[in-house]
């Protein structure tokens, strides 16, 4: 036997051996339990965890509207000739409010009628609308609270809309039994009066 033969592979070479992992290992008892555990928590606590989260946001966003208080509009129809036919049908004024009314120069009228009124919440941030004369649109007040004043009003933002358009808009500080008295545009021969009181 040469050198070159002793150096020579071999035709079955030698293998060492190969060292597998235990394919069963010894496991804590407390880790497989929570292995086996965990899919039911997630199950159980994860919708809890997220209903939780969205009723905390829904609470949060519904903060705007929180009703800080209301307000009543009242549409009254003041003229110096004798109501049309069509105005009959609509109740006549109180004796006190006709009274406040002729205290005005410019709502100083010889009959007045009563169209309508309507009673809204004020939220907090949200806004919201006066209908006194339904069902009909014709004639709208938009308001938006802008917070209490240092005397304890209600300050807002106000727009009249009659027909779908804006005709007036104003920043009024209204107080309780202190209705705000407005002189609207003319309506069907007559001129239009608007009351806004704060009741609550």
Same mark, same amino acid.
């Given at each position: 036997?040469?050198?070159?033969?002793?150096?020579?592979?071999?035709?079955?070479?030698?293998?060492?051996?190969?060292?597998?992992?235990?394919?069963?290992?010894?496991?804590?008892?407390?880790?497989?339990?929570?292995?086996? $555990?965990?899919?039911?928590?997630?199950? *159980?606590?994860?919708?809890?965890?997220?209903?939780?989260?969205?009723?905390?946001?829904?609470?949060?966003?519904?903060?705007?509207?929180?009703? *800080?208080?209301?307000?009543?509009?009242?549409?009254?129809?003041?003229?110096?000739?004798?109501?049309?036919?069509?105005?009959?049908?609509?109740?006549? *004024?109180?004796?006190?409010?006709?009274?406040? $009314?002729?205290?005005?120069?410019?709502?100083?009228?010889?009959?007045?009628?009563?169209?309508?009124?309507?009673?809204?919440?004020? !939220?907090?941030?949200?806004?919201?609308?006066?209908?006194?004369?339904?069902?009909?649109?014709?004639? $709208?007040?938009?308001?938006?609270?802008?917070?209490?004043?240092?005397?304890?009003?209600?300050?807002?933002?106000?727009? !009249?809309?009659?027909?779908?358009?804006? +005709?007036?808009?104003?920043?009024?500080?209204?107080?309780?039994?202190?209705?705000?008295?407005?002189?609207?545009?003319?309506?069907?021969?007559?001129?239009? +009066? +608007?009351?806004?009181?704060? +009741?609550?």
């Amino acid at each position: 036997m040469t050198l070159f033969s002793m150096l020579k592979p071999t035709r079955y070479p030698i293998r060492y051996p190969i060292r597998y992992p235990n394919r069963y290992p010894i496991r804590n008892p407390t880790t497989m339990m929570i292995r086996c $555990l965990s899919p039911v928590f997630m199950a *159980v606590l994860l919708p809890s965890l997220m209903l939780s989260s969205a009723l905390a946001e829904q609470s949060h966003s519904d903060k705007g509207k929180e009703i *800080v208080g209301k307000i009543k509009a009242s549409l009254y129809l003041g003229s110096d000739a004798a109501p049309e036919k069509w105005a009959e049908k609509y109740a006549l *004024v109180e004796k006190e409010v006709t009274g406040q $009314l002729r205290g005005i120069k410019q709502m100083r009228f010889q009959h007045y009628r009563k169209l309508g009124a309507d009673i809204q919440p004020v !939220f907090r941030s949200y806004e919201n609308w006066l209908a006194p004369l339904k069902p009909s649109e014709e004639i $709208l007040l938009s308001f938006e609270s802008r917070g209490r004043s240092g005397d304890g009003g209600l300050r807002l933002d106000l727009e !009249f809309w009659q027909h779908r358009r804006k +005709i007036m808009q104003m920043n009024p500080v209204l107080h309780a039994d202190k209705p705000l008295l407005i002189l609207g545009p003319r309506w069907r021969g007559c001129s239009l +009066i +608007i009351a806004i009181e704060l +009741i609550d």
